[in-house]
């Protein structure tokens, strides 16, 4: 099993930046196999996709409504992945949640109902 944990969420005001944490532990072996992504929920709203990355080549996609203003990074030493959030909107407010499922199931989609899920950080920007 792998447990996933998110951290590096608060309060930051419209334009400002945030970057959150997401690690992996237990049993993290044959990573390359694998891609990590981040994905948000706001009040009242379904769940959606922000971004992923590969963990074996240094591929990534985004939302087009993060597109230019998040990027996602990993560092497979320590297995885990960053996700730097500039120009920060309102309405990027949200539990943001990271995830991560086998790249031949999921790389390229945006639906990863059968990934393992992190506890989620709440990220507040106010305007």
């Known amino acids: 099993q792998v447990q996933l944990a998110e951290s590096g969420g608060g309060l930051a005001q419209a334009g400002g930046s945030l970057r959150l944490v997401c690690v992996a532990s237990?049993?993290?072996?044959?990573?390359?196999?694998?891609?990590m992504g981040w994905f948000r929920q706001a009040p009242g709203k379904e769940r959606e996709f922000v971004g992923a990355?590969?963990?074996?080549?240094?591929?990534?996609y985004y939302a087009d409504s993060v597109t230019g203003r998040f990027t996602i990074s990993t560092d497979n030493a320590k297995h885990t992945m960053y996700l730097q959030m500039n120009n920060l909107k309102p309405e990027d407010t949200a539990v943001y949640y990271c995830?991560?499922?086998?790249?031949?199931?999921?790389?390229?989609?945006?639906?990863?109902?059968?990934?393992?899920w992190g506890q989620g950080t709440q990220v507040t920007v106010s305007s």
């Open positions: 995830a991560r499922d086998r790249s031949l199931r999921v790389w390229g989609t945006k639906e990863w109902k059968d990934a393992t």
């Open positions: 237990g049993r993290t072996e044959n990573g390359y196999l694998y891609s």
């Open positions: 990355a590969s963990l074996s080549t240094p591929s990534t």
